[in-house]
């Protein structure tokens, strides 16, 4: 019998997500501070290359590429809708 104020807890899978970046660097260090800069700057997707999703326990090189751009907003389909594009 549940009891009333609590929620029952659903055991979900667990996806990994993987964001690829390439930063030109000479020095592991430097890397790592120019992704940093380019994260306070909300410029990273300057060296943004690829996004990945593997299915829960799938082993690592088992991922299947994915896109993660989120969808065009109701302005950017009616301008194309009127432009034609």
């Known amino acids: ?11 979900m899978a667990l996806y990994t997500i993987i964001r690829v970046y390439e930063v030109p660097a000479e020095t592991k260090q430097q890397a790592t501070d120019r ?12 060296f943004h290359v ?16 994915v896109s993660l751009v989120p969808p065009a907003g109701w302005l950017t389909l009616m301008i194309r809708q009127l432009t034609g594009k």
């Not at 009891?3 to 659903?10: L, N, P, Q, S, T």
């Not at 992704?35 to 300057?46: S, W």
């Not at 690829?50 to 590429?65: M, N, T, V, Y």
């Open 35 to 46: 992704m940093l800069e380019a994260i306070v700057l909300h410029v990273e997707k300057d």
């Open 1 to 11: 019998m549940p009891v009333a104020g609590r929620k029952e807890v659903i055991d």
């Open 50 to 65: 690829k996004d990945i999703i593997r299915e829960p326990g799938a082993k690592p090189g088992q991922g299947k590429p």
